[in-house]
C-alpha cells in the first residue's frame, strides 16, 4: 500500500512535529509512504524528516495558487501511482479529496486544532464525505469533528498525535539558591495566548508578589507577534520573560526547565506540553485541547480556564511560592504520560487504520 501524505507546509511546529512518529507506526504496519508538501514556509520541519529518513517532497510556490497546487499534487500522486491519500491541514486536505475522487482513491483526513476559520468549517462540513475515514489527534477534536462536519461516528478515528518516550532527557530538581527555569514552546501567535501570560504575570508583579526564587520565563518559538509580544512585556516592566526563538532541540530545552507553561487560547493535542510531561516537568496549561484530559491531577500539574489572567496569576503565584515540591509533581507527571500514551499503544492504532484502509480498498 503506498500512502501520499499530503501537508500544507514544511514549516516547523505545528501539524509537522509529529509526522516522523506517525509515518514510523504506519511503516511498521506494512504501508510505504511518501511525504509530499504544498510549499515550503521556513523549512524548519525538513532536517528533523532527514534525520528519521523521511525525504519529503516539497513543491516551489505559494499559498493561494490553489489550482497550480492541485495540478502539482494530480501530477505527483499519478507519478508515485498512490494507493491512498492521507490528509493534514485544510488546504492539502481539500485540495487531496479532489485528486481523490478524480484516481479514485481512498482519502483519510486528519483534524488537528479545536479551531476552524468560519470558512474553512463550511467548506469542509461540506466536503465531509469525499473523505472516507476522518482521524482526530485528541478526544476534543474528535467530538468537535463529529459535530461540526457532521461526521458519523464510526467515521472518527482518535489517534493522539503523541507517544511517549521513557528515554527522553530528563529534567533536574530545583536547588536553593537557583534561578528557577520556567519554560514554554510555540509559535508567537495569538492562539499560544503568550499575551495572557505576559498580563498574567503584570498582574503578579502589580500585587508586589514575592516568589520563593528568582526566576526566568523562556518561551521557544518564532511567529508574527514576536515584536508586539516583546512591546508588551517591556511596558509591563517585565525582566523575567525572555524569547529564544526557534527551539532545535526541544527535549534538550525541556530537560533545562523547572516548570513548564503552556496559556493556549486553542489546541488540538498540544505536543509540548506533553513532552514537557515526558521529561519530568510539572504545568500549567489552559483548558483546551487534550491538555485538560492529562492533567486533571493538581499533583503533576494545573489546569486553567482559558483566557482568565487572574487564574493563571494565581497559579503562576502558587508554583512559585512553592520551588521545592516542582520536582515530585513533575515524577507523576511523566509517569502520566508514560502510562496513558505508550508507543505501543500508538501503534496499535495506527496499525488498525491501515487495516482498515486495505479493507477499503479490498471493496473497490
Known sequence: MRIAYLINSMEGGGAQSPLPQIIGSLRQAGAEVRVFALTRRN??????????????????????????ALRWITQQVHDWRADVLWTSLTRATLLGQIAGQRFKLPVVSWQHNAF?????????????????????????????????????AKDVVTWPIFAANPDAPQSRSWTE?????????GRLHPAKGYDILIAALAQLQSTGFEPAAKFQITIGGIGKDEAQLKSQAAAAGLDTIRFAGFVEDPAAFLADQHLYLQPSRREGFCIAAHEAMQAGLPVIVSQTGEMPFTVDDPAIGLAVPVGNVPALAEALGQML????????????????????FSQSHFDEIGAALVGRIRHILAER
Open 43 to 68: 523549512g524548519l520541519a525538513i532536517p528533523r524528516l532527514l534525520e528519521r529518513g523521511i525525504e519529503p517532497v516539497v513543491r516551489e510556490g505559494g499559498e493561494k495558487d490553489h489550482p497550480a
Open 116 to 152: 476552524l476559520k468560519p470558512w474553512n468549517e463550511r467548506i469542509l462540513r461540506w466536503r465531509a464525505a469525499a473523505s472516507d475515514i476522518w482521524v482526530a489527534d485528541s478526544a476534543q477534536v474528535a467530538d468537535l469533528t463529529r459535530n461540526r462536519l457532521d461526521i458519523a
Open 177 to 185: 539558591g537557583e534561578m528557577l527555569r520556567i519554560g514554554s514552546l
Open 321 to 340: 511560592s512553592q520551588p521545592l515540591i516542582l520536582k515530585d509533581m513533575g515524577h507523576r507527571a511523566r509517569e502520566r504520560v508514560l502510562e496513558k
